[in-house]
């Protein structure tokens, strides 16, 4: 008993950053419509970024996030303006190629740059470290993950649903052509959006390079398991890409359990069984919350 | 000073054109109303001053400086404000936050939250409800009200009467008969001819993208109206 508990527990914390590092690509889908498939290769991107700061600055990991997120939501801002936005009003097809394209360069550049070999992001003994709650152990770091999803959704949803910039965001996926009517740029909502996004991104970027070793070729899984938790959630919804990350983060627990080789199996399983069930996933889109 | 000058202005949907070498010009503190049957144009004209149409040749001045070819959202800033067909609120907003959205322009003026809702005060009493919720008639009350809080020195009203209430068009009339005795200009399409011209100071004709009949309220014949409007005389 105690035992699935434990299992049920070590699932939601996993659960924690594939809810954060779906948060990234839920965003971009929710507001700008495009599914960005160098989600996974922008994730080690950053990761990349965090052992280039660590080893020129001398700065620990940790503090490096302070540096590589604003880098990553720059990078955001300049990707809209400078390519996505272009294919705006084309299909719905020409986004999708686009980021396709980034994300075949990016692994070929990261391979180039930095080699195929593995590297990680050393935090010390915050990686470590661990609780007892009981005769649970839960460790500092995946507790710090999912503390630090849940503040991001928490502050995404007040920005949405509080500030003038939210207000103009959720007009902007309404209805472009009367939110532009009303004197806003959508161009520089749509850009700043995807800044958000790849913002997003790089924190988790940098949470994964702490918590596992990763070379160029990780940004493919990392993407499926994002995908899965957008999808499991429901495409749109911010609130469900949480749910599904925590449906998915159990999931591959409870698979690694039963055996060592099919934690990721299992999730794989899960994200079918709602594709073939309930393909719009836990929760529909319709709170408007883009 | 004109306001607004439309110059042999020619637009349309990519290949097809829709306005042929119209001429217009109203003078600040004017309603003109723009009449016509479906597919003359009308809608196109006003989505061309907005620059949601782009112009294909010709020129569309305002106080002189030309704005055609400028970008939608820098037009809506210059202070030209449009009450859609069809409304378009944003469904996911509350009713506050649509008309909020009317400010995004920037620019400066008499019309604020406060004011609007002394003007429309069961707006007030719903301003937290989603703005799809509200009754056809409440719903272009928030249209016509974002669309004031731009303060806007040119508003264009594209079929506000369409589907509501004549108790509720006769009140939204009354409205702009006082924005524009505040040197608001306006420029009015309606279907309905009578209340059109009623509402104005002067009427243009349009069919088939041009415009064929113009003239003062006082003026305005039904006869000639009813042979612009139909391209001959009804037997």
Redesign the interface.
């Known amino acids: 008993m105690i035992e699935w508990l434990d299992t049920l527990i070590q699932g939601i914390l996993l659960g924690g950053f594939f809810a954060l590092s779906g948060l990234g690509l839920s965003l971009s889908f929710g507001i700008l419509r495009i599914v960005n498939i160098a989600h996974g290769d922008f994730l080690v991107v950053a990761a990349y970024l965090g052992v280039a700061t660590v080893t020129t600055s001398g700065v620990g990991p940790l503090t490096a996030i302070l540096m590589v997120v604003p880098a990553m939501g720059l990078l955001g801002y300049l990707l809209q303006r400078g390519l996505l936005n272009r294919a705006i009003g084309t299909s719905e097809l020409t986004p999708l190629l686009i980021t396709f394209g980034l994300s075949i360069i990016l692994h070929n550049l990261l391979q180039e740059i930095a080699s195929a070999d593995y590297q990680s992001l050393d935090a010390g003994l915050v990686e470590t470290a661990s609780l007892a709650l009981g005769p649970i152990q839960v460790g500092w770091l995946p507790v710090g993950i999912l503390a630090a999803a849940l503040a991001v959704y928490a502050a995404l949803d007040l920005l949405m649903a509080r500030t003038r910039f939210g207000r103009i965001v959720r007009a902007t996926v309404d209805d472009p052509e009367t939110t532009a009517l009303m004197g806003v740029d959508t161009r520089r909502i749509y850009a700043l959006g995807m800044a958000l996004s790849m913002a997003i991104v790089g924190f988790s970027g940098m949470l994964y390079g702490i918590k596992s070793s990763f070379n160029p070729q990780a940004g493919g899984s990392q993407l499926l398991f994002a995908f899965e938790a957008v999808i499991i959630g429901g495409m749109g919804s911010i609130w469900g890409t949480l749910a599904g990350g925590m449906a998915l983060g159990i999931a591959q627990t409870v698979g690694y359990k039963l055996h060592a080789g099919w934690g990721a199996f299992a999730g794989h399983v899960v994200f079918f069984a709602f594709l073939l069930l309930r393909p719009s996933g836990l929760f529909a889109r319709g709170n408007g919350h883009g | 000073m004109k306001l607004l000058e439309l110059e042999r202005l020619r637009a349309g949907y990519g290949p097809i054109t829709a306005l042929f070498d119209i001429d217009l010009a109203l003078e600040e503190g004017e309603t003109l109303a723009l009449i016509g049957a479906n597919g003359a144009g009308k809608t196109t004209l006003l989505r061309a001053v907005?620059g949601?149409n782009r112009a294909a040749a010709g020129a569309i001045r305002l106080q002189g400086a030309p704005i055609h070819g400028l970008?939608?959202?820098t037009i809506?800033?210059r202070g030209i404000?449009?009450v859609?067909e069809g409304r378009?609120l944003?469904?996911?907003?509350s009713v506050e936050?649509n008309l909020?959205?009317?400010t995004?322009?920037?620019?400066r003026g008499p019309w604020t939250l406060e004011r609007i809702y002394s003007l429309f005060p069961v707006l007030r009493e719903r301003r937290t409800q989603?703005a799809n919720l509200l009754s056809g008639g409440q719903q272009q009350m928030v249209a016509v009200g974002?669309a004031l809080m731009?303060n806007p020195q040119l508003l264009l009203c594209d079929e506000l009467s369409l589907g509501l209430a004549p108790a509720v068009v006769k009140d939204i009339y009354r409205t702009l008969a006082g924005v524009a005795t505040e040197g608001v200009s306006l420029v009015i399409v309606e279907q309905d001819v009578a209340q059109a011209i009623q509402a104005s100071d002067r009427y243009l004709c349009m069919r088939e993208g041009r415009i064929v009949l113009g003239g003062t309220r006082a003026e305005a014949d039904r006869a000639a109206i009813a042979r612009a409007y139909f391209g001959s005389a009804p037997q």
Do not use: K
């Open positions: 907005t949601l970008p939608v959202h809506a800033a404000a449009l859609p378009r944003f469904p996911s907003l936050e909020r959205m009317g995004c322009g920037g620019r989603l974002r731009a």
